[in-house]
DNA sequence: ATGAGGGGACGCGCGCTTAG
DNA sequence: CTAAGCGCGCGTCCCCTCAT
């Protein structure tokens, strides 16, 4: 039974990352036989998700959009990544978005596991919307994160830079705030050896391990 | 004709409940 | 405490439907 329930979400999860599966496939995978699929596959479609099939040569099963968004699985980066955008979006008073975003932003915490949760908390508490920006500019997530953390452990940070110019400086930082434009994340943190504070764009940021 | 999903019928094994 | 009874999930068998 128990086992019967961890199957119907495997199989899910199966649905939610491929392609399409035939259900010899899904089958091998889940260790039954396929008529036991074809029955997990009508208990998923009870519970709502829709699954289509294709029968024929080279058919198989994937998962459709439906008129009902059901329950997703997403793995640790997926949830994170929603649970900060939705953050971004109730911040950024857009009409009609942001009440949405919180209210689903409190169904995706409820099922947060801690160690997300944490990671979540970093990256929402300690980014500010900005509003307007130009060209878009690609930052790694990690660095996000890396970043988000430092800002709320108050840890010093240190990193090459890269300016405009294109040369590069060593810097170290007490960070703050990372702020998110509507293209580009900026770092906002107090420069050790300037004295000052400073804002760097984060895509051009290569962390350097402390020692 | 072939290969794929769809599904009914049946039996087996397991775990739980209940009568003795 | 034990054995019978029961429900349930699953595998097997077999046939159907549909697309290629």
């Given amino acids: 039974m128990l086992e019967t329930s961890a199957r119907l979400l495997r199989l899910l999860s199966l649905l939610q990352t491929h392609r399409d599966w035939s259900g010899a496939d899904l089958a091998d995978r889940l260790g039954v036989t396929p008529r036991t699929v074809r029955r997990d596959v009508d208990k998923l479609r009870e519970l709502g998700y829709p699954v289509n099939a ?15 968004l059901p329950p997703l699985l997403l793995d640790d980066e997926e949830a994170v990544a929603v649970a900060v955008g939705l953050r971004t979006a109730a911040g950024h008073g857009i009409e009609g978005i942001g009440e949405s975003s919180v209210r689903a932003l409190a169904k995706l915490e409820q099922v947060l596991p801690n160690r997300l949760r944490r990671r979540v908390g970093a990256l929402g508490a300690f980014t500010v919307p ?5 060209d878009a500019s690609v930052v790694d997530p990690g660095l996000l994160t890396e970043l988000a953390a430092a800002c ?8 090459a830079y890269r300016t405009h110019g294109g040369d590069s400086s060593r810097r170290t930082v007490e960070p703050h705030r990372l702020v998110c434009t ?6 906002v943190a107090w420069d050790l050896e300037r004295e000052d504070w ?12 402390p020692h």
Avoid: N, S
Wanted: charged share 30%.
């Fill in 152 to 159: 709320r452990d108050a840890e010093r940070l240190r990193f």
């Fill in 54 to 68: 294709a029968r024929g040569t080279g058919g198989g099963y994937q998962l459709g959009a439906g008129a009902e």
């Fill in 182 to 187: 509507e293209r580009r994340w900026y770092l």
């Fill in 198 to 209: 400073r804002t760097f764009r984060a895509d051009r940021i290569t962390p350097t391990p």
């Fill in 130 to 134: 900005m509003l307007h920006g130009q």
